[in-house]
């Protein structure tokens, strides 16, 4: 018995440690995300980059972050690498969610929402693709 309480000890504070290194994938994916805007916002300030570009710029911008803070999760965790990835994507617009929720007091999907969400999921899923172990060949 005491054997088997001690794996699920083990596996519960895996699962812990698992969602902890997630959470910090998320907020480094936030803060490239926020530092990548910023530079977006200056080359529009200074006419290096024009204003129409800037709803496809905030898109890549959140692919990148997804990307930046997936891979940092996927080597960290090394399990499961497509829904680390995923995660980090979600956790990602749920951040950008409430700064917009903050700054704006509204929040709704038709104002580019849905475009933002499927940037975080696709760039945090790149980074589970790329980012996954390579299957073992067998032996014949």
Do not use: H
């Amino acid at each position: 018995m005491k054997k088997r309480e001690r794996r699920q000890e083990e596996s519960g504070e895996q699962w812990v440690n698992s969602m902890c290194e997630l959470l910090k994938g998320g907020v480094l994916a936030g803060f490239s995300a926020v530092l990548a805007l910023l530079l977006c916002a200056l080359l529009i300030s200074t006419g290096v980059l024009r204003e129409q570009w800037a709803q496809g710029a905030v898109l890549a911008v959140c692919v990148l972050g997804g990307a930046v803070g997936g891979i940092y999760s996927i080597k960290r965790i090394r399990s499961k690498s497509l829904l680390v990835g995923t995660g980090v994507g979600a956790i990602l617009f749920l951040l950008l969610l409430t700064a917009g929720l903050l700054a704006y007091d509204t929040a709704s999907l038709e104002q580019g929402g849905a475009g933002i969400l499927c940037a975080c999921l696709c760039g945090g899923a790149i980074a589970g693709i790329l980012g996954r172990k390579p299957k073992k060949k067998r032996k014949r």
